[in-house]
């Protein structure tokens, strides 16, 4: 009994996130209704992003979505918008709608009338300066190729082409994309090497401070939000000498970010980041254990010399990271995309490594001179990687059978799937502390006979 009662109270903060991920989904579900609108209204707004492609402008606010022509709103600035106003839950595409809502978008306005009223909201003014300072620079330093830096550094895919897009799909690696823990990680790493002369405490304590705005910068995402509320718990833990644990963190963050906004489950981006890292977090220790009983029996490792068996450890880590991830999010990738990527593993062994060192060049070449001989030196060395990845997952891509188009399949086949992990790990963990409860009980009576 001792032993049901810490498998269901060993992680109380995942046990919060799971009711709190079933209390938005009915509250969004049973308890939202769609307001009709009989005329035509008028609604005053601030432009938190602003699109624009060719004359045609897309004003994200904070409870609108504006699409016209001829509408010079900038970033920041209050607007007043007369128009034809439907609620988004009314969209014939309700997970679209559903994913507006998730943004904090509650009416797609049409035929729009908007009017400047001279006012501006500063946070959002001030950012969209900086974020406009930020690609003007990245095209004088890259012009072409800027495209993939502003995807890669503050998630700016207008200008990404489409066919790049779909090789990432079919290859697997559209997470490299997509804002995440992975971006988070190399910006942190880039700032512990550039502050080596700053004592651990004050450095770290910089890197949360920089990384919480950097998160309000790219639109505060819930991938980015998770990925760096896990860099600040982390820190947080060594600071107060606390142990460390993964899905104590996630179920933490996932409560909060549910807690301001319940329409966040419905979003995409929310679910496979959170999955993958709560796949990481359930199997890789399995697989890290696997690999650790089965390595002394493999002949080619055991004949590496030192330096070989180093590199070896790290690239079963990063396909046991890779395969791991990928055993939650596939399925609901299958769901939304209708793709299976065959060469997933070999394309993010490839990619992973060249996207962090054509970053940690790139890092560098945004903070210097835009013509200085140190920028371009390495503007060409993280645009000659950025090339080479290209060009390997599109020859991988051309590959026979590189990926496979299925059906949707069902709901139910999907949960009773992640039913079977899920039960899985359940008893994983309960043999587990069943082994530790033993062992303690062992190690008391030892102590007492010594005694």
């Known amino acids: 009994m001792i032993m049901y009662r810490e498998l269901f109270f060993r992680r109380p903060a995942a046990g919060i996130a799971i009711f709190m991920v079933l209390l938005s989904l009915c509250f969004t579900t049973f308890f939202q209704s769609a307001h009709r609108f009989s005329a035509r209204c008028e609604m005053q707004d601030v432009a938190v992003k602003v699109e624009q492609q060719g004359a045609k402008y897309k004003i994200w606010g904070r409870y609108t979505l504006v699409e016209g022509y001829g509408m010079d709103v900038c970033a920041g600035e209050l607007f007043v918008v007369q128009g034809d106003f439907k609620d988004v839950l009314l969209m014939k595409n309700l997970s679209y709608g559903r994913y507006l809502k998730a943004q904090g978008i509650h009416y797609i306005v049409k035929s729009p009338i908007v009017r400047k009223t001279g006012q501006i909201q500063s946070w959002y003014f001030w950012r969209g300066k900086i974020l406009m300072t930020v690609e003007k620079k990245i095209d004088r330093i890259y012009r072409r190729e800027g495209y993939f830096w502003k995807a890669l550094f503050y998630g700016d895919r207008q200008e990404f082409p489409k066919e790049i897009k779909e090789d990432f ?25 550039a502050l080596q ?96 009983t089965q390595k002394s029996r493999i002949k080619i490792y055991v004949s590496l010399p030192k330096v070989g068996k180093g590199g070896i450890d790290i690239l079963f880590g990063m396909v046991g990271v890779t395969v791991c991830a990928q055993i939650l999010t596939l399925p609901l990738s299958v769901l939304y995309f209708k793709t299976v990527p ?15 060192l054509s970053m940690l060049l790139f890092l560098p070449s945004l903070c210097l001179p835009a013509n200085f001989f140190a920028t371009k030196a390495l503007a060409w060395g993280a645009d000659g990687l950025m090339k080479q990845l290209l060009l390997r997952i599109s020859q991988i891509v051309l590959l026979p059978k590189s990926h496979l188009q299925i059906q949707m399949p069902s709901a139910l086949f999907i949960l009773l799937l992640y039913g079977f992990c899920f039960a899985w790990y359940f008893i994983e963990e309960k043999k587990r502390i069943k082994e530790n409860f033993y062992a303690i009980q062992g190690a008391e009576k030892t102590g007492k006979t010594a005694g």
């Open 169 to 193: 799909s079919k290859a697997g690696i559209s997470h490299v994309l997509a804002l995440s823990g992975f971006h988070v990680g190399i910006i942190a790493l880039f700032l512990q090497l």
């Open 197 to 292: 002369m700053l004592s651990l405490k004050k450095r770290n304590t910089f890197i949360c401070i920089f990384l919480v705005f950097y998160a309000l910068l790219t639109g505060a995402r819930p991938s980015i939000l998770r990925a760096v509320g896990f860099y600040v718990l982390y820190y947080l833990s060594f600071l107060w000498c606390k142990r460390y644990d993964l899905i104590s963190s996630l179920g933490v963050l996932c409560v909060v970010i549910l807690f301001f906004n319940p329409w966040r489950v419905w979003d995409i981006g929310f679910q496979l980041s959170f999955l993958s890292v709560l796949s990481i977090a359930m199997f890789y220790p399995k697989w890290r254990r696997f690999f650790e």
């Open 342 to 356: 065959l060469y997933s593993v070999l394309c993010n062994l490839i990619a992973l490594p060249l996207v962090t």
